[in-house]
């Protein structure tokens, strides 16, 4: 019997998927006839990229599907998988995110209606969230609750799927959300890409050169208090820097692919890892002019942490762009939000940047719980000091993001009583037992820093990042949403 | 007025006599003589709108019988030469070396142009810059960007490069964003 892995949209169509490729590797090592299918990228092709774009606002829940566009989506989940049935099989659907419940409920309905004896396995991240904002059971147990599904894997699932496959359903993660950590990363068998079609994807570059995703570690050395992801892997486990290298190098050899990016939340945790892994890469570079390029979220350290050949080092390796959480230009919010480092680490890894051909991408969170109008001057501040960066094309752009947010299982969430912040209710978010709206926040700690202060000051960084020609990730597509937003305030206010 | 340093970094090769790099910003120039490899260095306080050129300017083509082409009887193919290799042009410590293929080298011998960072021929570049230095260095770049065509189907979420959008739009928004705080209390 062949285990069919699938990827849903809606994911990215830069790369294979990695989480199929995770699982088919895992259960092919133990044994079992598996075949890849990406319905995402297969569906991109079908319906073209501008279709296949327009239906994220579908994905996203902002606006309910057409007739046409159901009929479209019901057509090619026949055409492609269902009419392409083998005769026996299984079927494990991997759902990264809330973006593709609705494909999968279309997909598990059709292939429930066609036979409603062939087994169905979900998981990944997006199995643990609720289908809908008023629903309190993860969109595994939906599933199951209507028979579009036989079972759900929560948490990691290299060694779930196979104890699945085993019959062995009391493993914890099984059907219960009591899924444990794999401690070991380094055990596991490198994800498997022999079914892809390389050539289906809609690679970055201009030459678009194959590019692939890298798992190198799980969770974050880091406890920033906006972040949830502690909540969701509390343990950081990595893998040693050879076993990263040596799964490049394998991809390299196999499929000539050069290019990666990390899907880490870091991929510089573990120094020692990660200086191992640079120095096989920048040997294999250097004997097999390989010219490895990879990618991926960083952080900045004290500067005393890291010599300048360290520098060296990475570009030889391959260093590309790194995403960095900057997030202020105020080394006090820098602090409070527990990222150890200051304007000071950022000039001197700016520098070591420009001088050894790395590139870097600013993160910004703006309006911290604490922020002052002398924080907010320190932000506004860093766009000329940093301009230099930009015009050699070291800093390659910066997401200004969204006001500061509130997410569940935070630290941040653990100071609302502390700090005596309150919301404007509304449906959208959910903070212990309200549904809020959770950026429309006041501190009766930080009273000046009203919901308009906060969208002042936020106006105020994009106007200065203009002034100083920054590139501007989503520029417009943000001040489009800030403006429903004001509008939204005003509209309220009006109403009273 | 704004501070601007000028660095180019060059290295002449040698044909009878060491070549000769002309510079001018505005108004002030200077001739330099490159023997192998030379870092000029130059500082400037400039308003707006200015002009850099540089160029060689003494290569000889047979005048008074002197050729700085040595080129051999009986291969034809060249034995020496004299030519300047610019290595790098940095302004206020931005390297835009990269920009100079992207500029027509004027010289009344050159018949083609080759883009090898070489100068063959007397001529010269001509930049026009203007200051914030900065901004118009990151404006070249989303210039030359743009030519190299942005694949727009290319999901816009997705992609990190897409960046460079028109400011333009943005400042309308943000326009309309200042007269809605305005009205919020």
């Known amino acids: 019997m062949i285990n069919l892995i699938i990827s849903v949209p809606r994911l990215e169509t830069h790369r294979p998927p990695v989480s199929t490729a995770i699982i088919a590797a895992s259960l092919k090592s133990a044994g079992y006839m598996t075949q890849c299918v990406d319905l995402n990228i297969e569906f991109y092709h079908y319906v073209g990229p501008e279709v296949y774009y327009d239906l994220d606002d579908v994905w996203e829940n902002k606006r309910a599907i057409t007739d046409q566009e159901e009929k479209i989506v019901n057509q090619f989940i026949k055409e492609k998988f269902i009419n392409l049935l083998p005769k026996e099989c299984k079927i494990w659907i991997s759902v990264f995110s809330q973006n593709s419940f609705s494909f999968t409920i279309f997909l598990t309905k059709q292939i429930k209606a066609h036979n409603s004896n062939i087994e169905i396995v979900v998981g990944g991240i997006g199995v643990s969230t609720p289908p809908t904002i008023n629903s309190s059971e993860s969109f595994g147990k939906y599933l199951q609750r209507n028979n579009l599904c036989n079972h759900v894997i929560y948490g990691e699932g290299e060694i779930a799927a196979v104890k699945l496959a085993n019959n062995d359903i009391l493993y914890p993660g099984i059907n219960k959300e009591n899924s444990i950590q794999i401690s070991d990363l380094n055990s596991l068998p490198f994800p498997d890409y022999s079914d892809f079609d390389f050539n289906q994807y809609d690679y970055l570059t201009e030459s678009k050169d194959k590019d692939f995703y890298i798992v190198g570690s799980r969770g974050c050395v880091r406890k920033c208090t906006y972040c949830d992801v502690p909540a969701y892997w509390p343990k950081y486990r990595f893998r040693n820097g050879d076993n990263i290298a040596n799964e490049m190098i394998q991809n390299y050899e196999k499929y000539g692919v050069s290019r990666f990016y990390f899907t880490d939340s870091l991929l510089n945790g573990s120094m020692k890892s990660f200086n191992n892994m640079c120095e096989v890469l920048a040997k294999y570079n250097q004997e097999h002019k390989a010219n490895f390029k990879w990618s991926g979220q960083f952080i900045f350290r004290p500067m005393n942490q890291l010599p300048q050949n360290h520098f060296d080092l990475v570009a030889a390796a391959g260093g590309d762009t790194f995403y960095v959480g900057i997030e202020t230009g105020s080394d006090k919010i820098r602090w409070e939000m527990d990222k150890k480092f200051t304007n000071e680490d950022i000039d001197y890894q700016l520098e070591e940047f420009k001088r050894t051909g790395l590139k870097c991408f600013f993160l910004m969170i703006t309006g911290y719980l604490t922020e002052t109008q002398q924080d907010h001057q320190e932000t506004l501040k860093m766009f000329k000091r940093w301009q230099k960066y930009v015009a050699s094309n070291t800093i390659t752009g910066i997401d200004l993001g969204t006001m500061l947010t509130f997410l569940s299982n935070t630290p941040l969430e653990k100071m609302i009583e502390s700090h005596g912040v309150t919301f404007l209710l509304s449906n959208e978010d959910q903070i212990g037992n309200l549904r809020v709206d959770a950026s429309s926040w006041i501190s009766e700690k930080n009273p000046d820093l009203t919901v308009k202060e906060r969208l002042k000051r936020r106006i105020e960084i994009q106007n200065r990042a203009i002034r100083y020609n920054w590139p501007i990730w989503r520029g417009e597509n943000r001040l489009n949403k800030f403006l429903l937003f004001g509008q939204s305030l005003l509209d309220k206010q009006q109403e009273k | ?185």
């Not at chain 2, 700085?68 to 291969?75: K, L, Q």
């Not at chain 2, 940095?90 to 142009?113: R, T």
């Open chain 2, 1 to 185: 007025m704004e501070k601007i340093n000028l660095k180019i970094t060059a290295s002449g090769n040698y044909c009878n006599t060491w070549p000769e790099l002309h510079i001018a910003v505005n108004n002030i120039s200077q001739t330099f003589t490159i023997k192998e490899d030379i870092v000029i260095d130059l500082s400037f306080k400039l308003p707006k709108n200015n002009t850099l050129t540089f160029g060689m300017i003494n290569k000889s083509f047979g005048k008074n019988g002197i050729w700085d082409t040595a080129i051999d009887e009986n291969s034809g193919s060249i034995v020496n030469d004299k030519f300047i290799k610019i290595k790098d042009i940095q302004i206020n410590e931005v390297s835009v070396i990269d920009f100079l293929d992207k500029y027509f080298y004027q010289s009344d011998q050159e018949p083609i142009q080759i883009h090898d960072q070489t100068l063959r021929f007397n001529g010269q570049y001509s930049m026009d810059f203007t200051t914030p230095i900065y901004n118009w260095i990151i404006g070249q770049r989303k210039l030359f960007l743009q030519q190299n065509t942005i694949n727009k189907n290319q999901s816009y979420f997705s992609n990190y490069k897409n960046v460079y959008a028109d400011y333009d739009n943005q400042l309308k928004i943000i326009s309309q964003l200042k007269k809605i705080l305005k009205k919020i209390q």
